[in-house]
């Protein structure tokens, strides 16, 4: 792969509060407001359970995960009403981010890695379709068995972009998947914002 810049070959994104802002919050709300039960404790029951991460995994399909959310929340509401609130959690696009993708893809090959499952990258994928048509490629974890911050998730993906892992410099918001690239060899930053991604691009590159 020829080099896009002095120091990379390649910019590797995660998706949620990088690409994508999330909000688990707009879950909890709607899945009280079904169960007519107080936010709070549809807040503090649930958790990212390992469950949760066969699914991101794709070891367990959407029914199989909510008849294990629904009994993790302590209520009776349909999986119609759980999807409702599952897919409610994408808010929007993160601010200032499409005109930074746009931006830098003029000049690097891009891709996104996210730890995410088969039901929310079918919402995901058609809503933000303008937005993630920048990407080259977009590894979800259901879809490769492999999810971060697992080191064999790193070197999956890295291998699929084809070029060494100190040459990918990637982003996310969680410091655990960060440190986990890093340890694999990638250029990891933790980012909050696209004004964090342009600074650590702007460091990086010759503009």
């Not at 919050?25 to 404790?41: G, L, P, Q, S």
């Not at 977009?138 to 697992?150: C, N, Q």
Request: a neutral charge; glycine letters at 6%.
């Amino acid at each position: 792969m020829a080099s896009g810049a002095s120091g990379a070959d390649a910019l590797l994104f995660d998706l949620g509060r990088v690409v994508i802002d999330i909000d688990f919050n707009m879950a909890f709300t709607k899945w009280a407001e079904y169960a007519r039960c107080d936010r709070a404790v549809i807040a503090r029951r649930f958790s990212h359970d390992e469950a949760y991460k066969r699914h991101e995994r794709g070891e367990i399909d959407v029914d199989q995960y909510f008849t294990s959310l629904r009994l993790a929340l302590g209520v009776e509401i349909s999986n119609a009403q759980l999807l409702d609130g599952w897919n409610a959690i994408h808010i929007g696009e993160m601010p200032g981010i499409a005109p930074l993708l746009a931006k830098v893809a003029r000049r690097f090959p891009l891709y996104a890695f996210s730890n995410s499952n088969r039901t929310h990258e079918l919402y995901w994928s058609t809503r933000f379709a303008g937005l993630l048509r920048h990407f080259r490629q977009i590894y979800v974890s259901s879809t490769i068995g492999l999810r971060k911050p697992d080191a064999e998730a790193y070197n999956y993906v890295v291998k699929a972009i084809g070029t060494s892992a100190e040459r990918v410099v990637f982003f996310d918001d969680v410091l655990e998947n960060v440190d986990g690239a890093r340890v694999c060899g990638l250029q990891a930053f933790q980012v909050k914002s696209a004004a964090d991604i342009a600074n650590v691009v702007a460091r990086l590159v010759l503009w």
